[in-house]
């Protein structure tokens, strides 16, 4: 027979399981309510942290530029004509009037000589008037004299006035035929001056068919070809004085102000890792109207790369250096309606701070007052994230 006192703790057990059973749900969202309570109101927060040290900062303007040349030119023949020799190509270097192309000169060259021969014609012509000329001063000087002896006898009485008539008109002929000769040999120096004229023209339209290098530089460009016909102004190649490259960078309208002739810059070329020393070597005076924008030239101190014109380039231009400063990251800012603040230990905890800044440079920003050296600078472990004032902090 079974024992009551055996069968009285059997019963205690189930009920026990019971309770256990209908318990043990709301056990499981108490552990999971006291575990969501520790997290958000007592478990440390992540936090990134840097601390408030002295070190250098460099305000620096920044600008998108490109590469130039300061001297650069589009070259060109200034008259209509057939390429028939080209004599440089793209990327030679070429020094100051070395022949770099040629316009087809046989029509030129064939007027040249007709010019040529017009001149030798009327110096020929001009020669045989010499001495006609010569010729027709001998005649009137004979006329005269023998109208001179016809007056002596006509006034003695001796010879009749026909006589002395047809002497006096001999020397109107001869006075008349002079006139004439002088009269060609002053059109012949004319025609003389236009032949020589003409033959100068040929002349320099076959120099001006061929073109020069304007100054030592590089070929950039060759945009025509052997056979192709050329017209006034239209470029043939174009030339860049690699010695004198620049970079042309666009800077917000707002540090105007603040650009002087020389100031310290850095230029930074695609796919160069190391930046670039150089110098601001003109500000202009008239900004873009349609970006506001500045185009300031930078110039390098030293190229030590092949560039390639119109290439592009980042510029940083040092506005200001603060040597020795107190600093804190700028990454470490954050910002609400009030304006700027900090997160920062206190006694393990997190505090807010409202720091005066002064210089900005590209990493770190100078603290004048609100935060003290070496002062741990509190900033959330994710972007968007957040550190709520008073509670622990752990870095992350």
Do not use: C, Y
Request: glycine share 8%.
């Amino acid at each position: 027979m079974p024992d009551p006192e055996d069968s009285t703790w059997a019963m205690r057990a189930r009920r026990l399981g019971s309770l256990a059973a209908r318990a043990a749900p709301w056990a499981v969202l108490l552990a999971v309510g006291l575990a969501l309570a520790w997290s958000r109101l007592l478990a440390p927060l992540p936090a990134r942290v840097a601390r408030v040290e002295r070190g250098p900062i460099v305000e620096e303007a920044f600008g998108r530029g490109t590469i130039e040349s300061r001297r650069e030119a589009a070259v060109g023949f200034d008259l209509v004509g057939r390429v028939s020799e080209l004599l440089v190509a793209e990327g030679q270097r070429v020094t100051l009037g070395q022949e770099l192309a040629r316009l087809e000169t046989t029509q030129a060259q064939a007027e040249l000589r007709s010019a040529q021969l017009n001149v030798s014609a009327a110096r020929a012509s001009l020669k045989r008037l010499a001495a006609d000329e010569e010729r027709a001063r001998t005649l009137l000087v004979a006329a005269e004299r023998e109208a001179t002896r016809a007056q002596v006898l006509f006034a003695a009485g001796t010879l009749p006035t026909q006589q002395r008539d047809e002497a006096s008109d001999r020397v109107r002929l001869a006075r008349a035929e002079l006139d004439r000769v002088l009269a060609q040999r002053s059109e012949a120096v004319r025609g003389i001056d236009v032949a020589s004229g003409g033959a100068e023209q040929r002349k320099v339209m076959l120099v001006r068919a061929t073109l020069l290098a304007p100054f030592d530089g590089v070929v950039t460009r060759r945009l025509r070809e052997p056979g192709d016909t050329v017209a006034v102004g239209s470029t043939v190649l174009r030339i860049a004085d690699t010695a004198q490259v620049r970079v042309l960078a666009a800077l917000d309208e707002t540090v105007l102000p603040r650009l002087e002739p020389d100031q310290p810059a850095s230029i930074v070329f695609p796919g160069t890792p190391a930046p670039l020393p150089g110098r601001v070597s003109f500000i202009p005076w008239e900004a873009d109207r349609q970006t506001h924008e500045i185009a300031v030239e930078v110039a390098p101190e030293r190229l030590e790369r092949r560039v390639a014109i119109g290439q592009r380039a980042d510029v940083r231009v040092e506005l200001r250096r603060v040597p020795d400063a107190l600093r804190v990251p700028t990454s470490m800012l954050l910002h609400d309606a009030a304006g700027v603040f900090v997160h920062v230990d206190r006694g393990g905890r997190i505090a807010t701070a409202r720091p005066e800044l002064g210089a900005r440079g590209a990493e770190h920003v100078e603290v004048l007052a609100g935060l003290a050296e070496g002062d741990l600078v509190l900033a959330p472990e994710r972007a968007g994230g957040g550190l709520t004032p008073g509670r622990r902090w752990v870095a992350r």
